[in-house]
């Protein structure tokens, strides 16, 4: 396999970098080819960026799993009732 060595780069993009790579549980190394793999692997193919987005999404349920997040339906309930509190003022037997 080559190698690529990269000068002169700003801070603040090695940065973002390391920030990116984290996010992913990569290695900046690792994340810096997989940039560059995406980059020049003809990102015009639909299938294949369907199969990116599910892996995106298949790594952060797995990330998030266990959280006990509440459903959408729930936030939005809550939500409506804070409005409903907010405009009407609080319920005078709660």
Known sequence: MATLTVRNLDEDVVRRLRIRAAEHGRSAEAEHREILRLALAGDNDPMA???????RLAEFRRRTAGRGSPSAAELLRESRAARLNTLAGPDEDG
């Open 49 to 55: 960026e369907r199969q990116r987005v599910a892996e």
